[in-house]
Nanobody, 119 residues
Framework: QVQLVESGGGLVQAGESLRLSCAASRITLRISTMAWYRQAPGMQRELVAGISRDGSTNYADSVKGRFTISRDNTKDTVYLLMNSLTPEDTAVYYC?????????????WGQGTQVTVSS
């Protein structure tokens, strides 16, 4: 019953780019916000970027100007283009989707994809 599947993680050198993808499936409720979070070893999980259904976006200060989040509503897929990667971006990246249920917001999470940036 995996409903969010991430792909695109990997090992890159500093300055290179990666594009993460997350596809939602078997989520019958309409998805509102989709987002990417990340968690580095020994650190708390933090919001990297979020995007609403109308395309409004927000980014963590640490990634502004480097990362771009986008989504395809017809496919319920969200992307994260990461440019100018640094070792500080190394983390497990998690896809998140929020949907409005009859009793409130339901949050879905992917299993995570590892991004490692070497110097």
């Amino acid at each position: 019953q995996v409903q969010l599947v991430e792909s695109g993680g990997g090992l890159v050198q500093a300055g290179e780019s990666l594009r993460l993808s997350c596809a939602a499936s078997r989520i019958t409720l309409r998805i509102s916000t989709m987002a990417w979070y990340r968690q580095a070893p020994g650190m708390q999980r933090e919001l990297v970027a979020g995007i609403s259904r109308d395309g409004s976006t927000n980014y963590a200060d640490s990634v502004k100007g480097r990362f771009t989040i986008s989504r395809d509503n017809t496919k319920d897929t969200v992307y994260l283009l990461m440019n100018s990667l640094t070792p500080e971006d190394t983390a497990v990246y998690y896809c998140n989707a929020d949907a409005f249920g009859t009793r409130g917001t339901i949050s879905y999470w992917g299993q995570g994809t590892q991004v490692t940036v070497s110097s």
